[in-house]
């Protein structure tokens, strides 16, 4: 083989490789821009200390706004996995935030909800962080501007 036609078809895969790298770095998604969930925190307590039947879990969740525009968040609700939503007592869990979130800007909220433990030894009790929240229904309403024309 020529060592010219070794060296184009060498040249060809060459461009071939990083055209297909280009494509995929590209292609990569970003988080899009508005409200985000970068941390939630929770734990819990019986709710009496001799019935170990009811347990309260309370949970706080960080609201961050990664966008540069304000979004005015009216509710969060959390979604509970399908083991944890079948202890959950309480019938309706959503938070009431009414608040505007300023951009790039982040707002604490807390809420709660009774489980019914009933059947369940400690250690399993103690174990309800590791499969409860799994998203968010968040109503908000954002205000964009529009371009101003001269």
């Avoid at 297909?20 to 734990?43: F, K, T």
């Avoid at 200390?49 to 979004?71: A, R």
């Avoid at 935030?97 to 790039?104: A, D, F, L, S």
């Avoid at 030894?121 to 174990?127: G, P, V």
């Amino acid at each position: 083989m020529d060592k010219t036609v070794a060296y184009g078809l060498l040249i060809l895969f060459l461009g071939i490789v990083i055209g297909y790298s280009v494509n995929d770095m590209a292609s990569s998604e970003e988080a899009p821009d508005g409200i985000q969930v970068p941390e939630m925190s929770a734990g819990g307590r019986f709710a009496d200390e001799n019935n170990t039947d009811v347990f309260i879990w309370s949970y706080d969740i960080t609201l961050y706004n990664s966008g540069d525009g304000d979004v005015y968040v009216n509710s969060v609700e959390p979604i509970f996995s399908e083991n944890f939503s079948k202890m959950v007592v309480t019938e309706n869990n959503i938070i009431v935030v009414e608040k505007t979130i300023n951009g790039t800007s982040l707002v604490e909220i807390s809420g709660q909800v009774e489980l019914n433990t009933t059947g369940l030894s400690k250690e399993e009790i103690s174990d309800i962080n590791d499969f409860s929240i799994i998203g968010y229904n968040i109503t908000s309403r954002e205000t964009i501007d529009w371009p101003i024309q001269n």
